[in-house]
Antibody
């Protein structure tokens, strides 16, 4: 059984950066892809980007290009999402989610979510 | 990519059926059979309900079904139950992923 466990809630100042982690257990981390999806308060889901850890290759939604960096540490089965130049509109719950590259085009396991609050 | 279009809300009485639509373009919904649907209860992470347009993961009741015609996908929930009350999101893969805006299902 795959489990994705995310780091805890963060409060950040505008202009700063935040780094959220997603630790995977169960399955084979190197066979996964991990995406990051965010949800602003009362809003819908928004895909931000994805990494294939075994390749170390990440791709990002155009909206977040240049501001988000997704990385992965195979030794600890952990993916990270760093968002910079934070503004109030980035206040959201950030989820990690798994898919299997080239095998499945949907997210079958999700982390519990990490609330990031951007406030001065 | 623009978000897929879903109705803001739908409702039905217990035992009835409801259908939630999800409209995209020929570049996403219409171009790939990779539409998925997620259920989200308040304060919880999304849960996969349908994948590849019409397939159900193990453990999802067969009251949930999916279909697609052209650029519009649909999720149908039959025999509505109180626990089905939640937000539902469609999602399409098209080189990357795009979600719908979400539909709030109210069980009357």
């Amino acid at each position: 059984q795959v489990q994705l466990v995310q780091s805890g809630a963060e409060v950040k100042k505008p202009g700063s950066s935040v780094k959220v982690s997603c630790k995977a257990s169960g399955g084979t981390f190197s066979s996964y892809a991990i995406s990051w999806v965010r949800q602003a308060p009362g809003q819908g889901l928004e895909w931000m980007g994805r990494i294939i850890p075994i390749l170390g290759i990440a791709n990002y939604a155009q909206k977040f290009q240049g501001r988000v960096t997704i990385t992965a540490d195979k030794s600890t089965s952990t993916a990270y999402m760093e968002l910079s130049s934070l503004r109030s509109e980035d206040t959201a719950v950030y989820y990690c989610a798994r898919d299997l590259p080239e095998l499945q085009f949907y997210f079958d396991y999700w982390g519990q979510g990490t609330l990031v609050t951007v406030s001065s | 990519q623009s978000a897929l279009t879903q109705p803001r809300s739908v409702s039905g009485s217990p035992g009835q059926s409801v259908t939630i639509s999800c409209t995209g373009t020929s570049s996403d919904v219409g171009g790939y059979n990779y539409v998925s649907w997620y259920q989200q209860h308040p304060g919880k992470a999304p849960k996969l309900m349908i994948y590849d347009v019409s397939k159900r993961p193990s453990g999802v009741p067969d009251r949930f079904s999916g279909s697609k015609s052209g650029n519009t996908a649909s999720l149908t929930i039959s025999g509505l139950q109180a626990e089905d009350e939640a937000d539902y999101y469609c999602c399409s893969y098209a080189g990357s992923w795009v979600f719908g805006g979400g539909t709030k299902l109210t069980v009357l």
